[in-house]
């Protein structure tokens, strides 16, 4: 009985909601009251009561009129005007009085001949989800590439790759202009396009591929609009740098852009090392693109089952970060011939070889010895990634889409630690072809069609060489060549129907088939692996039902699957997923969802012994159960003030991942024997994610950011289970400076934990890093630029510990086309720059010095087009 009154109380409130949530149209004019005339460029800020958040901005047109339109379920409303020599005011009103309110300011008797204006202007202007910075509020002159515009806008995060987020969700696409120049390869252009290029930022918080997709929301997917200033628009422009210095680093760029109405070229060259990484995982997953994404962007649905990313094993490994030569170049062509038709092709190419220098204390969990070692290693990478997506409307409102991508890996290593040597060489590529048609009826009923295809085609060969013998062998060297093939074919077909203005019902179904492909062969016999398949064939069908406007927005539905393969008998599968969400303006809202899918291994069906690296290898029994069924929920909180300045930004939630077996490791003589063993219990993750910036009176910004993680999980010992915990904090705090002046000061504080525990032996390792920094900045716009950051670290773990005190220069000094510049990094330590780091991996915890690059300092000249 409790229960039901309980779900009749939820759905009473939940229909009260809906009935609350109504659209407002605030409809009105300002004058002046002085003589009734006209006030053009006023603005006005529409306010719910008693809450005072934010519904809507309009700025009053040249007969001074405005028109808000939002979604509340107040009654009442405030309504605030100001304008340029009037004195501000404020009104309030109701919602049945909402037509042909009529605002009277009265004008500033102080301002005379010359009008000062001095205050905060509002930096966003809102229009239903689309939302234009004010970026000259943000900024103070000394940003060089766009990734430094988008840091300091409310709501944004960039990391130190050039991946953006908003309200901590990922940005889809970057657009320039409103042409998708880049396809999904966000970091291009985040971290070569330059700052003075930008004459605005606008945020697409509900972007579609097609407008005729645009009355549905069948995703909702955020976008960036970089708008051009006129002085970079239509003809060639860009940059060049070169650089060199001391101890023996240098500096090579050449940037070249063409931005133009129907067609637009991008040209990206640079040679260096100086240190800057290499790809990252996410770098390679968007390049990629998102296995569960491109249906959705048409209406379609997810697939059932993720085969993941098909992950090549350097971008898991750490980057060797001692010496570090790399080479980039990439080429991008837009051309939109008309407004029907739009073709995007572009080639990256990315090159690197380093070489690192480590010093290992390693302890193993199931004996609890420790030994300390030095590893050395290097690495060749290459990256060769092509693209071609096809864009075109079709008569009778439908629309056609193609994306294919050709993706090539090549990559050789070499470790060698103690009495080991491993030699590593790898050779991955990737084909994918993506495409699909979509057709709106009157935008009442939307029908896609979408098919995919992927092959990912891997060798490795490995050479193992020791002074002892080798795992559990007799044998001093082994040698084994690893074959594994994915091929991933899709095929889904969705209904979308429109029930009202802000209910739909999209209808699925679908067909994946999923073939894997596994073999090896080796100098020694025992590390033969006969070839052998899996085929997988997934049947699926969803419905959902969806509410996307008013205050009130939901999303509820189930998808029914059948899976079959040799272990997966006819095996039926039911995902449900959830999304409630409360909107009370497009900068604030609060939203609960839960999602559940499921993952594949791509190598548990085989038997036979793989070799992993030097010390270790997997015997695989062919075991029965692929499938891990992964439920997450998610809480997102965003809120932003315009008048006060203020963004708070927090995403938490946790997921739990059903692991059907795990690793058990066991110590055979001088190797590890990893095989898989049934679990009793899953994998629990808890994260939390926080972004808080805060603009004051004063020309000042604090800005606030934090990621927590805590990841339980299970391994195995000889046959005894251990119950494992890895957790992370990561939290930035800074105060800047805003002054439209010469000088400019920031000042941070940088805090990262992290800590390991094993269960079975209740053995801990901690890290943790402190890092403050004080950088003062002197700019005078298009005349010369200088920074001089100061920084000390302290990094702290057991019994080891580095304290690092260095400096850094940026020197810029700008005549006309050419300027002249100095870099320099950790200039207090050009001979030996030491940092410590953790890990805990398969039997061991380990506490690593690593050698990094020492500092350097360069020279050169830059020309501008």
Request: proline share 2%; glycine share 6%; aromatic share 12%.
């Amino acid at each position: 009985m409790k229960k039901k009154g309980l779900v009749s109380i939820l759905l009473m409130l939940l229909a009260a909601l809906r009935c609350l949530a109504n659209d407002v149209k605030l409809r009105g004019t300002v004058v002046s009251s002085a003589d009734g005339s006209p006030v053009p460029f006023a603005n006005v800020m529409v306010y719910a009561l008693p809450d005072s958040a934010l519904l809507g901005y309009a700025i009053t047109s040249d007969e001074g009129s405005f028109l808000v339109e939002a979604t509340s379920s107040s009654t009442e409303l405030l309504i605030k005007v100001s304008g340029i020599g009037f004195k501000s005011k404020t009104a309030r009103t109701t919602r049945e009085e909402t037509n042909g309110v009529l605002v009277k300011l009265e004008p500033n008797s102080k301002m005379l001949e010359t009008i000062v204006v001095t205050g905060r202007a509002p930096g966003i202007k809102v229009s239903g989800d689309t939302i234009d910075y004010n970026i000259g509020k943000y900024t103070t002159g000394n940003e060089k590439v766009l990734k430094d515009i988008l840091a300091k806008l409310p709501g944004m995060d960039v990391d130190e790759k050039g991946q953006v987020t908003v309200n901590g969700e990922a940005v889809k696409k970057i657009l320039i202009d409103g042409q998708d120049f880049f396809g999904d390869k966000n970091e291009q252009i985040t971290n070569n396009l330059p700052a003075k290029f930008v004459d605005g930022i606008q945020l697409q918080k509900n972007y579609s591929e097609f407008s005729l997709l645009s009355g549905f929301n069948t995703h909702k997917a955020n976008a960036l609009n970089v708008k051009i200033d006129s002085l970079h628009r239509g003809r060639i422009t860009g940059n060049a740098e070169l650089q060199g210095g001391w101890p023996r680093n240098y500096r090579a760029t050449v940037n070249a852009y063409s931005f133009g109405s129907k067609a637009m070229m991008g040209f990206n060259v640079k040679y260096f090392n100086t240190g800057e990484a290499f790809m990252t995982l996410i770098d390679y997953i968007k390049l990629l693109g998102s296995v569960n994404d491109y249906a959705r962007s048409f209406g379609g649905q997810n697939r059932v089952i993720d085969t993941g990313a098909g992950l090549p094993s350097f971008l898991t490994n750490d980057i060797n970060s001692y010496k570090r030569r790399n080479a980039l170049l990439s080429s991008n062509i837009a051309w939109n011939p008309s407004e029907r038709l739009k073709v995007n092709a572009y080639y990256l190419f990315n090159f690197d070889q380093s070489y690192g220098k480590y010093d290992n204390r390693r302890t193993y969990m199931e004996t609890g010895r420790t030994e300390t070692f030095s590893e050395t290693s290097a690495a060749r990478r290459g990256f060769h990634h092509l693209g071609l997506n096809l864009k075109c409307m079709l008569p009778g409102n439908a629309a056609f889409d193609s994306r294919t991508t050709i993706t090539a890996m090549p990559q050789t290593s070499n470790r060698h630690i103690s009495n080991y040597n491993c030699e590593s060489k790898l050779h991955e590529w990737n084909f994918s072809q993506r495409m699909s048609v979509v057709k709106n009826w009157n935008n009442k009923d939307l029908l896609s069609v979408s098919g995919e295809f992927d092959y990912r085609n891997s060798r490795r060969q490995l050479n193992v060489e020791s002074a002892n013998t080798l795992y559990d062998l007799t044998v001093y060297d082994v040698a084994q060549k690893q074959k594994q093939t994915l091929i991933n074919a899709f095929l889904s077909s969705s209904w979308v129907h429109r029930l009202s203005r802000a209910w739909q019902m999209n209808m699925a179904g679908g067909w994946n088939l999923i073939r894997n492909m596994a073999s090896a062969s080796a100098s020694v016999d025992t590390f033969d692996v006969a070839k052998q398949f899996l085929t997988t064939n997934v049947y699926n069908y969803s419905i959902s039902f969806s509410k996307k406007s008013g205050l009130l927005r939901l999303n509820g539905g189930l998808t029914l699957a059948s899976v079959n393969n040799r272990f997966e008998n006819n095996r039926l599968l039911l995902l449900p997923v959830a999304n409630i969400e409360l909107a009370f303006s497009s900068t604030n809202s609060i939203s609960l969802t839960y999602s559940s899918g499921y993952e594949a291994d791509n190598a548990v069906f085989m038997r036979g012994l793989m070799i992993d690296d030097y010390r270790q290898y997997t015997a695989f029994e062919e075991k029965h159960n692929i499938l891990h069924r992964k439920d997450k929920l998610q809480l997102g909180v965003n809120y932003f003030d315009i008048l006060n300045d203020f963004t708070f930004v927090a995403s938490l939630g946790c997921s739990f991942t059903d692991e059907p077996y795990i690793f058990d490791y066991h110590n055979d003589g001088h190797g590890v024997r990893a095989s898989l063993l049934k679990a009793d219990r899953d994998r629990c993750t808890q994260y939390a994610y926080f972004n808080i910036k805060k603009g004051f009176r004063i020309p000042l910004v604090l800005n606030f950011k934090s990621t927590i993680s805590n990841s339980l999980y299970q391994n195995s010992y000889q046959h005894i289970f251990s119950n494992n915990r890895s957790s992370t904090f990561d939290g930035t705090f800074a105060l800047a400076t805003k002054f439209k002046s010469l000088l400019n000061i920031e000042v941070g504080y940088k805090l990262n934990l992290q800590q390991s525990k094993i269960g079975i032996s209740n053995n801990h390792i901690n890290y943790a890093e402190h890092v403050l920094y004080v950088k003062p900045m002197a700019i005078r716009k298009e005349r010369f630029e200088l920074s001089l950051p100061l920084s000390y670290t302290l990094d702290h773990s057991g019994q080891n510990e580095f304290r690092n005190f260095d400096m850094g220069l940026t020197a810029m000094f700008t005549f006309k086309s050419w300027a002249l510049s100095i870099e320099g990094n950790n200039m207090l330590h050009t001979r030996d720059y030491r940092r410590l780091r953790i890990a805990s991996r398969n039997d061991y915890n380990e506490v690593v010095t690593e050698n990094r690059l020492p500092g350097y300092v360069i020279a050169g000249i830059k020309f501008f087009l």
